[in-house]
């Protein structure tokens, strides 16, 4: 995975997790599903880095 991919991938998960907090203790249910959104959408190019690694080898 590259570094700059890796790190997106990463600075997403932590700003939809962050979110989703926010949204929850504000009792805000549509910021913390952007929140999760945010994160799944990082948790999936994470994945996406990966399975590309893997057949690298």
Do not use: W
């Amino acid at each position: 995975m590259t570094a700059g991919e890796k790190a997106k991938a990463k600075t997403e998960q932590a700003e939809g997790k962050a979110k989703e907090a926010l949204g929850n203790a504000l009792g805000n249910d549509r910021m913390a599903a952007e929140g999760q959104a945010q994160k799944s959408k990082g948790d999936a190019r994470e994945a996406k880095e990966k399975t590309k690694d893997a057949f690298k080898h």
